[in-house]
């Protein structure tokens, strides 16, 4: 991911082993699927689908913006359609293809038919080791590092470069991306990132800045982001995003955005409402799968780790 998910939501306070072919599925079933008699209780699910809506403030509703369903084989997702509300007769179709070591993938190519754009993720041991993004003249690379045994990453290294047309120069970006990360029983409790980055157009010199602030987040005990601050450097600004949840018997039904409103108020934003198919997976995955509809399409350590 260009950066982490905690850049990509506050600074902007702010799923093919298909018909179209090109991989193969072990014969076994995905190793972080749960045993046969965890599924009856459990709340921990594949999401089918989630529906997004948008708060008119004037109004005081909520309107639909897009749907959102997923395909899965072994539970691997091999197929994202999103439908606008207001262009309902032009899907957004993610198609996305693996090739497997036993177990574990070992890469995972996702097309869009809406754009030109190829993404290719690498794994190492299951784990996400590379994320390769082409679409037109703009090309990047992230590579992922752990700092322990888990499945959360505490480095992130980021090549951005976008050739451009005419005489002017191709502009390249770098940023590393540096994440402190604690845990609770195996799920998230709290990450904070803070980095670097340069950006320089060709024949000029490359020069290093710090990203403005520091980003933190809390989670639930589920592992789900409940709470995400950014401190914005020596101005003392200050960027704060809430998740407030809704669960039936364990299972999130629904998430509400909100952002600090006046007088200690809250301020709604965006409403996910989240429905489910009966394949139970491990706590740790529900929690990365939760996290990434959270963060929006674009955030690619939650998208392509959970798989």
Same mark, same amino acid.
């Given at each position: 991911?260009?950066?982490?998910?905690?850049?990509?939501?506050?600074?902007?306070?702010?799923?093919?082993?298909?018909?179209?072919?090109?991989?193969?599925?072990?014969?076994?079933?995905?190793?972080?699927?749960?045993?046969?008699?965890?599924?009856?209780?459990?709340?921990?699910?594949?999401?089918?689908?989630?529906?997004?809506?948008?708060? =008119?403030?004037?109004?005081?509703?909520?309107?639909?913006?897009?749907?959102?369903?997923?395909?899965?084989?072994?539970?691997?997702?091999?197929?994202?359609?999103?439908?606008?509300?207001?262009?309902?007769?032009?899907?957004?179709?993610?198609?996305?293809?693996?090739?497997?070591?036993?177990?574990?993938?070992?890469?995972?190519?996702?097309?869009?038919?809406?754009?030109?754009?190829?993404?290719?993720?690498?794994?190492?041991?299951?784990?996400?080791?590379?994320?390769?993004?082409?679409?037109?003249?703009k090309t990047s690379s992230t590579v992922y590092q752990y700092g322990g045994d888990d499945d959360y990453y505490t480095l992130a290294l980021t090549e951005t470069r976008?050739?451009e047309s005419g005489d002017d120069p191709a502009v390249t970006n770098e940023e590393v991306d540096s994440v402190i990360v604690t845990t609770q029983n195996g799920l998230?409790?709290?990450?904070?990132?803070?980095?670097?980055?340069?950006?320089?157009? =060709?024949? =000029?010199?490359?020069?290093?800045?710090?990203?403005?602030?520091?980003?933190?987040? =809390?989670?639930?005990?589920?592992?789900?982001?409940?709470?995400?601050?950014?401190?914005?450097?020596?101005?003392?600004?200050?960027?704060?995003?809430?998740?407030?949840?809704?669960?039936?018997?364990?299972?999130?039904?629904?998430?509400?955005?909100?952002?600090?409103?006046?007088?200690?108020?809250?301020?709604?934003?965006?409403?996910?409402?989240?429905?489910?198919?009966?394949?139970?997976?491990?706590?740790?995955?529900?929690?990365?799968?939760?996290?990434?509809?959270?963060?929006?399409?674009?955030?690619?350590?939650?998208?392509?780790?959970?798989?």
């Amino acid at each position: 991911m260009k950066k982490s998910v905690i850049i990509l939501l506050i600074v902007a306070i702010i799923l093919c082993l298909t018909a179209c072919g090109g991989g193969t599925t072990p014969d076994s079933a995905s190793p972080d699927s749960a045993t046969a008699d965890q599924v009856a209780e459990s709340p921990y699910h594949l999401v089918s689908s989630v529906k997004v809506y948008q708060k =008119d403030a004037a109004q005081g509703f909520w309107i639909p913006q897009n749907t959102t369903t997923i395909e899965y084989d072994k539970t691997y997702p091999v197929r994202f359609t999103t439908v606008n509300e207001d262009d309902q007769e032009h899907p957004k179709i993610t198609a996305c293809a693996y090739t497997f070591d036993e177990e574990n993938p070992l890469t995972r190519v996702d097309t869009v038919n809406t754009s030109s754009a190829k993404t290719t993720a690498e794994y190492q041991n299951g784990r996400l080791s590379t994320v390769n993004v082409t679409s037109g003249a703009k090309t990047s690379s992230t590579v992922y590092q752990y700092g322990g045994d888990d499945d959360y990453y505490t480095l992130a290294l980021t090549e951005t470069r976008r050739d451009e047309s005419g005489d002017d120069p191709a502009v390249t970006n770098e940023e590393v991306d540096s994440v402190i990360v604690t845990t609770q029983n195996g799920l998230l409790k709290t990450t904070s990132d803070s980095g670097v980055y340069a950006n320089w157009a =060709d024949g =000029d010199k490359k020069e290093w800045q710090r990203l403005r602030g520091i980003y933190t987040a =809390d989670y639930d005990d589920d592992g789900i982001i409940s709470v995400m601050t950014g401190d914005l450097g020596k101005d003392g600004k200050r960027a704060e995003k809430r998740f407030v949840t809704t669960r039936d018997g364990g299972r999130i039904t629904e998430i509400v955005e909100e952002i600090p409103g006046d007088d200690d108020s809250w301020t709604q934003l965006m409403k996910y409402e989240f429905a489910y198919n009966d394949t139970a997976i491990t706590p740790m995955r529900y929690s990365l799968m939760m996290n990434w509809f959270l963060a929006g399409g674009d955030n690619q350590y939650y998208h392509y780790h959970w798989y």
